[in-house]
């Protein structure tokens, strides 16, 4: 864990409000991102990110420094999440939003730097289709395996990272996310 991540921790120990805002502001966007790719709806994912900041400031204290700060809070995120799979599931609640914003981030992604080529909009409406194909097919995956493919494909993530977040052993993460991408394969291929 690094000097600063140290540092962080005992800021917030101590309950520091500051260190809090500091935590969010830095970690905000990827906790957003992972809830979003794991429950496919944003306003599920907006709740279950905030009750991640407030679950780790609560609980910063049983937080042990054998694994980066980042790592922990990745860990609640993802516990967190496959609870609320699990109440929707059992609320047959589980509509899934269609990412109206996956529209527009793959445009976003495609608007070239000021001075550099324009992007042309065939291109643009048909990364947004693909961003959109992908996320249904992830949103239907197994949850251990949509789990492995969010934290490796799409937060790119370390195998040892995600270990420390999933408690698997290395070769059960590797084989999984194995599976799981030939089961996003086939779903992929189905779609186009």
């Excluded at 962080?8 to 830095?26: G, K, M, S, T």
């Excluded at 905030?50 to 910063?60: A, C, G, L, P, S």
């Excluded at 509509?95 to 042309?120: C, K, V, Y």
């Amino acid at each position: 864990m690094s000097t600063a991540d140290r540092e962080l921790v005992r800021r917030l120990r101590n309950r520091d409000e500051q260190a809090f805002r500091e935590l969010v502001a830095e970690h905000r966007d990827r906790v957003y991102n992972l809830t979003l790719r794991m429950l496919g709806n944003r306003a599920e994912a907006e709740d279950v990110a905030q009750e991640v900041f407030i679950q780790v400031f609560k609980t910063i204290d049983t937080f042990r420094e054998e694994a980066k700060l980042s790592t922990w809070l990745y860990r609640v995120a993802v516990n967190l999440c496959k609870n609320r799979i699990k109440y929707l599931a059992r609320r047959h609640d589980r509509d899934r939003d269609q990412l109206d914003d996956s529209n527009e981030a793959a445009a976003s992604s495609a608007i070239a730097a000021p001075g550099g080529p324009t992007p042309r909009p065939d291109r643009a409406l048909e990364g947004a289709q693909v961003e959109k194909v992908l996320q249904e097919a992830i949103s239907t995956l197994d949850e251990e395996h949509r789990v492995l493919v969010v934290l490796r494909d799409i937060e790119d993530l370390s195998i040892e990272e995600i270990c420390a977040i999933t408690n698997l052993p290395d070769g059960t993460v590797k084989s999984r996310l194995h599976r799981a991408r030939l089961a996003l394969r086939k779903k992929v291929t189905k779609y186009l």
